[in-house]
């Protein structure tokens, strides 16, 4: 009898045992439950397959894949990447629209140039964006974007020159040697622009600005890839370019011979953002996709990987400077909304005057 009670409680355990490792269905236990964060929603809620759009790079996409699958096993993530102007030209086209959410290329002073392809969504996690919050309500920021020079040091070097900020690459020795990707094609050349003509003026976009303008010009070639700025810096081919800080800090990251120089005359910055696309196949998911990029897991692991620097103001740096650090300069967004045409017209006039 004691062998058969012996027998019988073994059996007992190894069948609990089962329950608790999923043999039931469940894709979680109580262990793993207790792991998961508080904003998250429950694991059942979230199925099937959401898509998204994003011009995202792929070290990102490999952590927004691996954090989505481990907090909702039960949903499958499809992720397409292309530039913005694709993607929502494909939105807007496209009867019979895939997409759930598009990740990334959408900026604080978009205006409402997509909201006619977004729906609205407040994540709960909102509050923990500082000042990092859409007031029209389309917009979930989890990126800050500022500004840098891609520097090949040993090119520099061999020219004699020192590249600390936008006054030395008027240098005489560094004509035909930057590299710039165009604004009117590039979401990196746009916010360089803007950049410039914060802190190299006594005003924004006042004259000052565009004088120093029209004399970078002649000494820079252009690209229509963001991409080639910072890859052809690092192949030598260029010795420095404008570009932005997590992309070349990730390069350096990976042994890339080149430096992220911050310009001493300032520095913006500008948030970006992910967005649920209007009538979404998988609501739900789309709705979490937005809660897991504002929160503080996803945006460290982003850091952690590609130096991203979060919104969430929970969020970690990883070898990138404080923003008091940077000396930056406010960006009126309404201005640049409103004046964006006239910006890119007088850019273009310029660049063909000079080349």
């Known amino acids: 009898m004691k062998k ?3 027998l019988f409680l073994v059996a007992m355990l190894l069948l ?16 793993d439950e207790a792991k998961r964060p508080e904003w998250a929603r429950p694991v059942d809620e979230i199925t099937g397959t959401i898509t998204v759009y994003t011009t995202m790079e792929e070290t990102q996409q490999e952590a927004l894949k691996e954090i989505w699958n481990d907090i909702y096993p039960n949903s499958k993530i499809e992720i397409q990447t292309d530039s913005l102007g694709t993607l929502s030209t494909r939105i807007r086209s496209d009867e019979k629209n895939d997409a759930d959410v598009i990740v990334g290329g959408l900026f604080q002073a978009d205006g409402d140039t997509y909201h006619d392809i977004l729906e609205k969504y407040t994540s709960p996690l909102d509050g923990e964006q500082g000042d990092y919050v859409d007031p ?17 040091p040993k090119l520099a070097e061999d020219l004699g020159v020192e ?3 936008y006054k030395d690459l008027l240098d005489k020795k560094l004509k035909g040697k930057i590299i710039l990707a165009a604004p009117d094609a590039t979401s990196s050349g746009w916010r360089q622009v803007q950049t410039m003509l914060a802190v190299m003026g006594d005003e924004f976009d006042d004259d000052k600005a565009w ?29 420095v370019g404008l570009s932005y800080e997590s992309t070349v800090d990730a390069l350096i990251r990976d042994g890339a011979p080149i430096e992220n120089v911050y310009m001493v005359e300032g520095n913006t910055a500008m948030a970006t953002a992910g967005a649920i696309v209007k009538d979404a196949p998988n609501k739900d998911a789309a709705e979490a996709m937005m809660d ?9 692991i982003r850091a952690e990987r590609s130096s991203g620097r979060g919104t969430n103001v929970n969020s970690k740096l990883v070898d990138l400077p404080e923003e008091k650090e940077l000396n930056l300069t406010k960006l009126d967004f309404d201005y640049l909304i409103e004046n964006k045409a006239k910006i890119m017209d007088r850019w273009n006039t310029l660049w063909n005057k000079t080349h």
């Open 4 to 6: 058969l009670k012996g």
């Open 16 to 31: 609990a045992a089962c329950s608790g490792s999923g043999g039931d269905g469940d894709s979680s236990d109580k262990s």
């Open 136 to 152: 029209n309500g389309y917009y979930t920021y989890y990126d800050v974007q500022v500004m840098s020079l891609v520097v090949n």
């Open 292 to 300: 897991l990029l504002a929160s503080r897991e996803f945006q460290d």
């Open 163 to 165: 590249i600390k900020g």
């Open 211 to 239: 004088e120093y303008i029209e004399q970078l010009m002649p000494q820079a070639f252009s690209t229509t890839s963001s991409k080639d700025v910072y890859n052809l810096v690092t192949n030598g081919e260029y010795v």
